[in-house]
C-alpha cells in the first residue's frame, strides 16, 4: 500500500499540484486575504435579518455552492462545514492527510514537508507561517473540536452568520 492511500477511508484526497499551489499563495498572503475576510463577515453578520427572512435552509445549497467554489479555489477547502481558517494562518487544516485539526503529528520531515506526501509542505507549518503573517500565532494555540461529520458539505459562511447574530 502506498503511504498516501493509508488514510484514503478518510476521504482525504491529495489536491493537484495547480490547486495546491494556489493554497500556498493564500497562506502567503494571509495578511490580506484575513483583512478581507474579517469585512466580508461583517457584511455577512449584517445580513441575518434578510437570511432569516428569506430562510437559512433555503439558502444552504446556493451559498454551500458558492463558498466551495471560492475557497476550494484558494484553501482547497474540503467543506468540513466548520471552518478554522481564521485559527490556523488560512492554512485549510482538512488537507492534512491525517485530518489533523490541533497541530502537527510527529512526523514532520526536516524540510517542513509531510510525512505521508514527502512532496507536499506540512500544512501545520503552514499554518504556523500564515499565522505570523496575520499576527495571530495565539490562535493556533485555541483547542478544535473534533470534526461533526454531520455538516459536512454545509456552509461554514451561514453557520458564521447564524452564530454572530445569535451570540
Ligand atoms: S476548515 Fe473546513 S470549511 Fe474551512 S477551509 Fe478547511 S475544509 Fe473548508
Known amino acids: 500500500m502506498r503511504p498516501e492511500d493509508a488514510f484514503a477511508h478518510r476521504g482525504v484526497a491529495r489536491a493537484p499540484l495547480p490547486r495546491r499551489s494556489l493554497r500556498l499563495w493564500s497562506v502567503r498572503h494571509a495578511a490580506f486575504l484575513a483583512g478581507t475576510y474579517r469585512a466580508f463577515e461583517r457584511v455577512l453578520r449584517g445580513m441575518d435579518p434578510v437570511f432569516r427572512r428569506i430562510g437559512y435552509d433555503r439558502l444552504e445549497q446556493p451559498v454551500a455552492a458558492v463558498e466551495r467554489t471560492v475557497k476550494q479555489a484558494l484553501f482547497d477547502c ?18 492534512c492527510p ?13 524540510n517542513g514537508h509531510c510525512e505521508v506526501h514527502p512532496d507536499m509542505p506540512c500544512v501545520w507549518v503552514q499554518a504556523f ?6 499576527d495571530a500565532v495565539a490562535a493556533l494555540g485555541q483547542v478544535q473540536t473534533p470534526v461533526d461529520h454531520r455538516r459536512a458539505g454545509k456552509s461554514s459562511w451561514l453557520e458564521a452568520a447564524k452564530h454572530h447574530a445569535a451570540s
Open 98 to 110: 491525517k485530518g489533523l485539526r490541533n497541530g502537527p503529528c510527529g512526523g514532520v520531515r526536516a
Open 129 to 134: 507561517a500564515g499565522a505570523q503573517r496575520m
Open 78 to 95: 474540503r467543506m468540513c462545514g466548520q471552518c478554522v481558517l481564521s485559527a490556523t494562518g488560512l492554512s485549510c487544516p482538512m488537507n
